[in-house]
């Protein structure tokens, strides 16, 4: 399709017929983001199918993490509130870390500017609880729990350039689901924001 459309794109054809083939070349690039996106999930449904849990120490991870935002978003200001001790869990690092990326890449695109995105890691009961907070656009009515399917996006229509389909917090649920976890997404109580609340057991 891509070849073809770019064949027509060279041809001699009035400017009202080029309209048409310009949109078809950006629905070609929209499906080709589609299939890349699809294919990540399904690779990672893959990996976590084959994966061997190790212990490893949380606050270690989620540390080293914020600390890598800092440094790729400098203008972008991070709090992290996490116990002293290291919160052992048993799973995989990499995983937990890739969790991370989905609820901090979300955060930014919908933090309001010039406001801080906030983590927060404690426990509760044998559970290590992380929250990621970020004031902006609060959640539509009965949407909490869509968020997480796949190909489900609280964009608004025509806002973006690229194809949102849900599937970085599809994603993040399904790693918290590997590590026998839960993720939820709740509006902050004040009205000025966002919540994600991501559960994990600690061994016993």
Do not use: W
């Amino acid at each position: 399709m891509r070849s073809s459309l770019e064949h027509l794109s060279l041809q001699p054809i009035d400017s009202e017929a080029m309209k048409y083939v310009d949109r078809a070349q950006e629905g070609v690039k929209r499906l080709s983001l589609i299939l890349a996106n699809m294919s990540e999930a399904t690779r990672l449904e893959e990996s976590l199918n084959n994966s061997d849990a190790d212990q490893f120490p949380l606050t270690k991870v989620v540390s080293g993490c914020v600390a890598g935002y800092q440094m790729t978003y400098p203008q972008k200001h991070f709090t992290l509130k996490q116990p002293d001790e290291p919160l052992m869990m048993l799973g995989v690092p990499e995983y937990i870390a890739q969790l991370l990326d989905k609820l901090i890449s979300n955060a930014l695109e919908f933090h309001t500017p010039e406001t801080p995105i906030n983590l927060v890691l404690r426990t509760q009961a044998k559970q290590a609880i992380l929250t990621v907070e970020n004031k902006g656009p609060l959640l539509p009515e009965n949407m909490s729990e869509q968020i997480f399917e796949s190909m489900v996006s609280v964009r608004p229509a025509g806002t973006q350039e690229k194809p949102h389909l849900g599937l970085g917090l599809y994603i993040a649920r399904l790693i918290a689901a590997f590590h026998g976890g839960t993720i939820k997404a709740s509006n902050l109580g004040d009205g000025s924001g966002v919540m994600f609340t991501l559960t994990l057991p600690l061994p016993g």
